[in-house]
């Protein structure tokens, strides 16, 4: 699933050429970690894309069509990983290693 998951992502946000991939999959830790937040703070899985916009995220706008990607994985993770885990730190290895 999580695979699924950077696929679509890497597919939703192209990476602008003067982007480095590194630069591409810190962004993307960087949405993961806000959804992990939302899910933190109670926020319904249908109300994450405002919740997280709420907060004038520093990413590139089109980062901004991941979230509705990301958020059932997010989602499905138990609440004690969540809690205890940095899904974004977790993320960001994975995508750096694709």
Partial sequence: ???TAIVALLLATPVAAQETKEQSCRHQADVVAAIQQARLDKV???DVP???ADTSPTWPDN???????ITPWVYEQKMRDVRKKDLGAAWLELCLQQ
């Avoid at 980062?63 to 990607?69: E, K, V």
């Fill in 44 to 46: 319904k899985e249908r």
């Fill in 63 to 69: 980062y901004n069509n991941a979230i509705p990607l």
């Fill in 1 to 3: 699933m999580l695979r």
């Fill in 50 to 52: 405002q919740a997280v």
